[in-house]
């Protein structure tokens, strides 16, 4: 059987690598791998960092580049090597754009296709924007959706998808979790090698999403700024995006205060074990709601609507919205209450053991075969 798999982003590298790994290791597969390179400098930092080499790599990023010109260039490129390869499935994982274009060039050719983690929804189209439209687009054209939970299938039994194709598998980047956060592990960055974890509360901030530039965005660092003046344990790391416009706020607001460090972005094994090492997560990230978790961090969901609402749910995450006051107020009972934080942070994880990519290929070598 031969499985071809398409990713283009960091999170979808991140989250795809345990799934190639299981299929490398199948001698009953072949596993072909291209990757768009929707982002290019922090896709490579996944690629080197889990041992994986593309069979093809389109190479379509560009600065400035638009949704238009990413959808275009990934469908044109995957059209010749679908031809080429033709492959008995095309596995897809997640909400990028690339992910809706691997798709649409997968049905084109008549390829079945496989959505690693299917299944999501915020219920909002344009939030998180493109990344609901596009998870929801490439389910019409699903094949085999590989739900990371209950909650993910029930969207899709709602959405009329037949509960036959529809697998639950738990989440992927719980098994990537395993290949990366050590105990014993020493930061290039010094910044962080000298920072405290044991006696401070660090909080680790993250905030790139498109639709909370802007005043969200100010009210998430204003609170951040306040909550830092009252606590004098906190500091804050925050890796920050390479987006100008999140940069500008950020040193504008965050900057100059010693106990906020401001930092370049991570590769995925460094920041992994900050997060490991930290207090408290604040973002507006979807896939660190589901990693902070299986680390036993609180966090708080900077966002006004979630499609992981399972980790608000079980307690693990808080969906706080972008308003000062509450960001201000949620942080505050965190830093000041123990009994609330153990509560948060001792939450069962509710995606998955860290078996998820060897259940997706066991359900593939069924599936297809079947089919």
Same mark, same amino acid.
């Given at each position: 059987?031969?499985?071809?798999?398409?990713?283009?982003?960091?999170?979808?590298?991140?989250?795809?690598?345990?799934?190639?790994?299981?299929?490398?290791?199948?001698?009953?597969?072949?596993?072909?791998?291209?990757?768009?390179?929707?982002?290019?400098?922090?896709?490579?930092?996944?690629?080197?960092?889990?041992?994986i080499?593309?069979?093809?790599?389109?190479?379509?990023?560009?600065?400035?580049?638009?949704?238009?010109?990413?959808?275009?260039?990934?469908?044109?490129?995957?059209?010749?090597?679908?031809?080429?390869?033709?492959?008995?499935?095309?596995?897809?994982?997640?909400?990028?754009?690339?992910?809706?274009?691997?798709?649409?060039?997968?049905?084109?050719? *008549?390829?079945?296709?496989?959505?690693?983690?299917? %299944?999501?929804?915020?219920?909002?189209?344009?939030?998180?924007?493109?990344?609901?439209?596009?998870?929801?687009?490439? !389910?019409?054209?699903?094949?085999?959706?590989?739900?990371?939970?209950?909650?993910?299938?029930?969207?899709?039994?709602?959405? !009329?998808?037949s509960?036959?194709?529809?697998?639950?598998?738990?989440?992927?980047?719980?098994?990537?979790?395993?290949?990366?956060?050590?105990?014993?592990?020493?930061?290039?960055?010094?910044?962080?090698?000298?920072?405290?974890f044991?006696?401070?509360?660090?909080?680790?901030?993250?905030?790139?999403?498109?639709?909370?530039?802007?005043?969200?965005?100010?009210?998430i660092f204003?609170?951040?700024?306040?909550?830092i003046? *009252?606590?004098?344990?906190?500091?804050?790391?925050?890796?920050?995006?390479?987006?100008?416009?999140?940069?500008?706020?950020?040193?504008?607001?965050?900057?100059?205060?010693?106990?906020i460090?401001?930092?370049?972005?991570?590769?995925?094994?460094?920041?992994?074990?900050?997060?490991?090492?930290?207090?408290?997560?604040?973002?507006?990230?979807?896939?660190?709601?589901?990693?902070?978790?299986?680390?036993?961090?609180?966090?708080?969901?900077?966002r006004?609507?979630?499609?992981?609402?399972? %980790?608000?749910?079980?307690?693990?995450?808080?969906?706080?919205?972008?308003?000062?006051?509450s960001?201000f107020?949620?942080?505050?009972?965190?830093?000041?209450?123990?009994?609330?934080?153990?509560?948060?942070? *001792?939450?069962i994880n509710?995606?998955?053991?860290?078996?998820?990519?060897?259940?997706?290929?066991d359900?593939?070598? *069924?599936?297809?075969?079947?089919?």
């Open positions: 059987m031969k499985v071809m798999c398409v990713f283009g982003t960091r999170p979808e590298g991140i989250k795809m690598a345990p799934v190639i790994k299981v299929l490398k290791n199948r001698p009953e597969i072949e596993c072909v791998t291209c990757i768009t390179a929707q982002h290019r400098e922090m896709l490579d930092q996944v690629l080197d960092l889990f041992d080499i593309p069979d093809y790599d389109l190479n379509i990023f560009e600065p400035g580049q638009t949704l238009t010109d990413i959808t275009t260039k990934a469908i044109k490129g995957l059209e010749d090597i679908i031809i080429k390869e033709k492959p008995d499935v095309l596995l897809v994982q997640g909400d990028t754009t690339t992910v809706f274009a691997g798709a649409l060039a997968a049905f084109y050719q *008549k390829v079945r296709i496989g959505h690693v983690e299917a %299944g999501l929804r915020s219920g909002n189209l344009y939030s998180p924007y493109p990344e609901e439209a596009n998870r929801k687009l490439t !389910g019409v054209l699903t094949d085999y959706h590989f739900a990371p939970t209950e909650r993910n299938r029930q969207n899709l039994l709602n959405e !009329g998808y509960d036959e194709k529809i697998f639950i598998t738990g989440n992927t980047v719980i098994d990537a979790l395993q290949y990366t956060v050590k105990e014993d592990y020493i930061f290039e960055n010094d910044l962080l090698n000298n920072i405290d044991n006696n401070r509360k660090v909080i680790l901030l993250t905030s790139h999403r498109r639709e909370n530039l802007g005043a969200p965005m100010e009210n204003l609170a951040i700024r306040d909550i003046e *009252k606590h004098r344990i906190a500091e804050v790391v925050f890796p920050m995006h390479l987006n100008p416009k999140v940069r500008e706020i950020a040193y504008r607001i965050l900057g100059q205060n010693p106990r460090h401001l930092i370049e972005p991570l590769d995925y094994e460094p920041f992994t074990n900050l997060m490991a090492r930290c207090h408290i997560v604040v973002t507006d990230s979807g896939g660190l709601q589901e990693e902070a978790p299986t680390l036993g961090k609180p966090v708080l969901v900077v006004e609507e979630t499609e992981r609402p399972e %980790g608000v749910e079980a307690g693990t995450a808080r969906l706080v919205g972008t308003k000062h006051d960001i107020e949620n942080l505050d009972l965190l830093l000041s209450d123990e009994k609330e934080y153990e509560k948060m942070a *001792k939450a509710p995606y998955g053991d860290g078996k998820a990519s060897e259940r997706i290929v359900i593939l070598l *069924k599936e297809v075969k079947k089919d």
